[in-house]
T-cell receptor, first 115, second 109 residues
Framework: DTAVSQTPKYLVTQMGNDKSIKCEQN?????MYWYKQDSKKFLKIMFS???????INETVPNRFSPKSPDKAHLNLHINSLELGDSAVYFC??????????????FGSGTQLSVL | DAKTTQPNSMESNEEEPVHLPCNHS???????IHWYRQLPSQGPEYVIH???SNVNNRMASLAIAEDRKSSTLILHRATLRDAAVYYC??????????FGTGTRLQVFP
């Protein structure tokens, strides 16, 4: 069983469309994250949720809206997609989130291509 | 968050030990040192972490300098599967890991 699973793995879409990426973790963790990895391979945190509550929003455009229906799921909805949104998006989870000795578990990524 | 400095790239031959350095001269007393790696086309993967003492696990060893201003990730016998980008990250009671540019490790047969 995959601990952190994301769907879809690949997403190709036109500019201006709205799309969603889903993430689920079966580890019983309280905290989930979205990271973005751009073309230069730089990984940057976007959002963090703890028990369905938003903890971190790293000045991401409001076209990006995370939704956490329960603590095992953190979905990412993107409105009005732009070329610059093309990247690989990684979901991650950790047990509590605020312990500095905790591990993060990452999904395998969703490669988004905006044409 | 304290910053880390790593070489952009390193090379190794298969079955040889690899020592990946990380400098973190501005580390504070409560920062944990974490190492993650990212294999091609995969998400980052936890490798090891430590605070003051050296640490060993099934994947690697972490050697931490006495003044904690640097650390070294040691892969005892590199395999082709160890080719990845290795990230050294400092973390203190935050909700996030901040990734730097990492070290790209190439392993040759």
């Amino acid at each position: 069983d995959t601990a952190v699973s994301q769907t879809p793995k690949y997403l190709v879409t036109q500019m201006g469309n709205d799309k969603s990426i889903k993430c689920e973790q079966n580890l019983g963790h309280d905290t989930m994250y979205w990271y973005k990895q751009d073309s230069k391979k730089f990984l940057k945190i976007m959002f963090s949720y703890n028990n369905k509550e938003l903890i971190i929003n790293e000045t991401v455009p409001n076209r990006f809206s995370p939704k956490s229906p329960d603590k095992a799921h953190l979905n990412l909805h993107i409105n009005s997609l732009e070329l610059g949104d093309s990247a690989v998006y990684f979901c991650a989870s950790s047990l509590r989130g605020r312990q500095s000795n905790e591990k993060l578990f990452f999904g395998s990524g969703t490669q988004l291509s905006v044409l | 968050d304290a910053k880390t400095t790593q070489p952009n790239s390193m090379e190794s031959n298969e079955e040889e030990p690899v020592h990946l350095p990380c400098n973190h001269s501005t580390i504070s007393g409560t920062d944990y040192i974490h190492w993650y790696r990212q294999l091609p086309s995969q998400g980052p993967e936890y490798v090891i972490h430590g605070l003051t003492s050296n640490v060993n696990n099934r994947m690697a060893s972490l050697a931490i300098a006495e003044d904690r201003k640097s650390s070294t990730l040691i892969l005892h016998r590199a395999t082709l599967r160890d080719a990845a980008v290795y990230y050294c990250i400092l973390r203190y009671n935050t909700d996030k890991l901040i990734f730097g540019t990492g070290t790209r490790l190439q392993v040759f047969p």
